[in-house]
Every structure is written in structure tokens, then in C-alpha cells.
Antibody
Framework: EVQLLESGGGLGQPGGSLRLACAAS????????MNWVRQVPGKGLEWVSG????????YYADSVKGRFTISRDNSRNTVHLQMNSLRAEDTAIYYC??????????????WGQGTLVTVSS | DIQMTQSPSTLSASVGDRVTITCRAS??????LAWYQQKPGKAPDLLIY???SLKPGVPPRFSGSGSGTDFTLTISSLQPDDFATYYC?????????FGQGTKVDIK
């Protein structure tokens, strides 16, 4: 059974940083791209970032490009999202989502339970 | 980026009703279209991918159709467990966008 467990959410200062982690199990981690998708509570879904199975290619939404960095450690079955220069509009639930393919984001066949990030002074 | 527009935003229906949700892309996305179901306080759950392929375990009352820019999610006979919000998502290009969601609530 695929399991994705996010951590690292919490309160961040405007202009500050947070680092999210997603621990994966139940599948061959290195053979799937991984993604982060966020959702402002009560609002819709926004894809944020994706990373290929071997970590060689990364993808970002324009809204976070240059501020967020996605990475993965295939030896530990984890994916991270380093969030810098935080803005109030980054406040959202952040979901880790397993992709259906290896090389680039596609559709997301398993999701974690989410971690809430609040950006406020 | 490709914009995805769902309609309606809210749909009130009764158990047993046939329900149809539409999703329109701002440009052709071929067959790169998925549907997700989300219940309050929970993560989204994949229902359908590649327009019409059901994720294993999804009940056959769910079906998807369409191509190009216009797509449909149909629930043939609405069940109590189906009251939720539904999102479409395109993955045809190197940008991955969702529709704004359709909430299906009890009439």
C-alpha cells in the first residue's frame, strides 16, 4: 500500500523559509516522479512543483519559481520542498503526490494527508 | 498556461440521480485529462485518468469522456458516498493545471 507522510508545515514569517518533507513507502520510489500540490483551505488545487524519478529534472509553477526548490533522496525515499522568500499567498495545505510516471509530472495517483503552511507575522 | 474551466461550480442532486460535470480546456489537451474526488478534510483521490480510464477500485458508476478541449465526468446513479468536490486536471503540456472544482451536494 502506498503511503505518503508529509511533515514540516507550520508558521512561517513573510520573507522567511520552511522546509517540507514527504516520506514515501509501499512502492519503488525512484521509479516515479513526485509532486507537491497546494490548496488554500476552502479553495481549489494548485500544482506547485514536480521532480523526476532520478531527480535530474525539476518543474515549478510560475508562482513559486525562484523561491521554492524541490529535491529527493532516493536512498531514504523522501522528497523535500524548500520554501524561501515566503509570502502570505503561500499559505495553504501542501500535499505530496505520487506521479503515475517516472520522467515528468503526469497525473497523481496517490496523495499524502497534507501539511498546513501558514505565512504570517 | 492552459486554463481549465469546470461547470457547474455547485450541483445539487439526490441519491440515484445521473450527474454530469463538464471541464473545458483553453486549448486542446488531447487525452491528458484526469478527475479527482475530494471529501471535506481529506486529500484528493484519483478517479479517472487518460479521460476515461478508471483507477482500479473506482466503482463503474463513474465514467469519463471527451477529447480535445471538452470533457465530461458522469456519475450514472449518485450514491451517498459520492457527495464531494470533483476536480479535473490536465497534463498534456509542461504545466499541470486543475479546474476550480465542482461541489456535489445533497438536494
Amino acid at each position: 500500500e502506498v503511503q505518503l507522510l508529509e511533515s514540516g508545515g507550520g508558521l512561517g514569517q513573510p520573507g522567511g523559509s520552511l522546509r517540507l518533507a514527504c516520506a514515501a513507502s509501499g512502492f519503488t520510489f525512484r521509479t516515479y516522479a513526485m509532486n507537491w500540490v497546494r490548496q488554500v483551505p476552502g479553495k481549489g488545487l494548485e500544482w506547485v512543483s514536480g521532480i523526476s524519478g532520478y531527480g535530474t529534472t525539476t518543474y515549478y509553477a510560475d508562482s513559486v519559481k525562484g523561491r521554492f526548490t524541490i529535491s529527493r533522496d532516493n536512498s531514504r525515499n523522501t522528497v523535500h520542498l524548500q520554501m524561501n522568500s515566503l509570502r502570505a499567498e503561500d499559505t495553504a495545505i501542501y500535499y505530496c503526490a505520487k506521479d503515475s510516471l517516472m520522467n515528468f509530472p503526469h497525473y497523481f495517483d496517490s496523495w499524502g494527508q497534507g501539511t498546513l503552511v501558514t505565512v504570517s507575522s | 498556461d492552459i486554463q481549465m474551466t469546470q461547470s457547474p461550480s455547485t450541483l445539487s442532486a439526490s441519491v440515484g440521480d445521473r450527474v454530469t460535470i463538464t471541464c473545458r480546456a483553453s486549448q486542446s489537451i488531447s487525452t491528458g485529462l484526469a478527475w479527482y474526488q475530494q471529501k471535506p478534510g481529506k486529500a484528493p483521490d484519483l478517479l479517472i485518468y487518460d479521460v476515461s480510464s478508471l483507477k482500479p477500485g473506482v466503482p463503474p458508476r463513474f465514467s469519463g469522456s471527451g477529447s480535445g478541449t471538452d470533457f465530461t465526468l458522469t456519475i450514472s446513479s449518485l450514491q451517498p458516498d459520492d457527495f464531494a468536490t470533483y476536480y479535473c486536471q490536465q497534463y498534456n503540456t509542461y504545466s499541470w493545471t486543475f479546474g476550480q472544482g465542482t461541489k456535489v451536494d445533497i438536494k
